[in-house]
């Protein structure tokens, strides 16, 4: 993103500022003529701040002002001003401008200026962002545990599309959470107070998919004693989750698309069309793009559902979040079954780390329940005997170490930051320093 656009119709002025801006360190673009500015942002980005002179030829500072202020109405803008339009420059402060410079004007008065409204509009995008952040945490919270990139990408885009009308294709192995995400998606939408239905294609017969589904009218078939609504209706206004979509039979693969794109259903042994008011959420553990080349799935069908697709990492490409989700795990178990969560050790915590966990977030949550119960690891294909960590180089070994040591006095110390120093015996800057570069974040520690 560029720091400022400079806008005067003078070249001597803009060759002045231009080397004032460079001296200090501010990313700027000139122009001569308001038109340019606004084609260039739109075409481009929005600068932080807007500089501009009130008379120029064409479209006049204060018009400029009033066009960005219907774009961002938080965008600083500094105009520059004459001694006859001092009384125009009053006015656009009131009509929301960050200040004016009245001509002449040195260049460290301007360079003081746009400084001060840089660090403003900086502040505002990044509450913007904390209150995004913080409308998603307040439905993902502890649920979506992850600080990895991928993770982080991954809860960003949620807070993105949730509250959209567009159906979703949730793509992840088994085990990863495709379920939590869904539900999510779901709690973050305006259709929240409405149902959440989730349906797994591969666990209903063929022959009875239908039914289930789009619900049948009494007597449609030998045993349909009664009118059953379907798994589309009862989400009505709400949201249906189909997982294993991959599973669906190639004949209701048919029927689905027809009702993704008509929004409408009709019960089995009904002539009466039902619209209906739903999102779609699909699941699957597969390529569809693959099995729709290999004609095990609609082609037509994959490109229908894939309008927006949410990659779901598995569990051993991002092995930092392990420990934290754990520890979540631990509590939760604890909770569960009434016992105490007691901490792991330094050694159950490297045995965690170079574990690949196929069975992924699903896995892990089996583990900590074992270890609530037994009060020791037990984990089928986990190697426990001593000297089993996968081996690497010394740096990398050093650095995992010092970030599960530091990792394990969080969870001990439920986040606290003081008590962690104490733990550890090092000064709070030397702790904030390790945290950031490990990407530890304490609000994932803090005892429930």
């Known amino acids: 993103m560029c720091d400022v656009f400079f806008i005067d119709d003078e070249p001597d002025i803009r060759i002045a500022i231009e080397q004032s801006f460079e ?53 600083p803008v500094i105009l520059i001003t004459g001694h006859g339009d001092i009384s125009m420059a009053v ?36 509450n913007q962002q904390l209150k995004r952040t913080l409308k998603t945490s307040q439905v993902l ?15 960003e885009t949620i807070g993105q599309v949730a509250d959209t009308s567009a159906d979703i294709l949730l793509f992840g192995e088994t ?49 349909a004693e009664s009118q059953r609504i379907g798994k589309f209706e009862h989400a009505q206004g709400g949201t249906l989750f189909l997982d294993e979509i991959e599973s669906m039979p190639m004949p209701a693969q048919i029927r689905l698309l027809r009702v993704l794109q008509e929004r409408v259903i009709e019960r089995v042994g009904s002539n009466e069309l039902i619209p209906l008011d739903i999102r779609v959420i699909a699941a699957t553990k597969t390529d569809l793009n693959e099995t729709s080349l290999q004609g095990t799935f609609r082609q037509d069908l994959y490109y229908r559902l894939n309008i927006v697709t949410l990659d779901i990492p598995p569990l051993r490409e991002r092995k930092e ?58 984990q089928p294909g986990l190697d426990t005997t001593p000297g089993s960590v ?38 709070r800057k030397t702790l904030y320093d390790k945290m950031q570069k490990y990407q530890l974040d304490k609000d994932n520690y803090k005892h429930e």
């Not at 929005?46 to 109405?73: A, E, F, K, M, W």
């Not at 919270?141 to 809860?155: A, D, S, V, W």
């Not at 599960?404 to 606290?416: K, Y």
Request: with cysteine; glycine share 8%.
């Open 91 to 126: 006015q656009a402060m009131h009509d929301g401008a960050y200040d004016f410079i009245e001509k002449p004007f040195s260049p460290e008065r301007l360079t003081e200026t746009v400084f001060r409204a840089i660090d403003k509009r900086r502040l505002t995008l990044e």
């Open 23 to 75: 001296l200090a360190d501010i990313k700027a673009r000139f122009f001569d003529c308001a038109e340019s500015a606004l084609l260039a942002a739109k075409e481009d980005e929005y600068p932080l701040v807007i500089v501009t002179d009130i008379c120029l030829p064409g479209l006049s500072g204060q018009n400029l002002l009033h066009s960005i202020r219907r774009h961002d109405p938080d965008i």
């Open 141 to 155: 919270g502890p649920r979506i545990i992850g600080e990895t990139q991928g993770m982080k990408n991954l809860k």
């Open 175 to 223: 085990g990863t959470g495709k379920e939590l995400i869904a539900r999510s998606l779901h709690e973050l939408s305006s259709r929240r107070e409405h149902n959440f239905v989730a349906v797994n294609c591969g666990a209903v017969p063929e022959h009875l998919i239908e039914s289930e589904l789009y619900g049948h009218e009494k007597g449609a078939f030998t045993g």
């Open 390 to 427: 996968v081996p690497s180089g010394l740096s990398e070994q050093v650095a995992e170490f010092e970030k599960s040591v530091i990792e394990q006095a969080l969870i001990e110390c439920g986040g606290s930051i003081k008590d962690t120093m104490d733990t550890l015996k090092i000064p």
């Open 321 to 378: 979040d392990v420990p934290a989700l754990f520890h979540h795990f631990l509590l939760v178990a604890a909770a569960r079954y009434g016992k105490a969560a007691n901490s792991i050790s330094k050694q159950d915590l490297q045995q965690l780390l170079s574990h690949d966990w196929p069975g992924n977030v699903r896995e892990l949550r089996n583990s900590a329940e074992r270890y609530v119960l037994l009060g020791k690891l037990i």
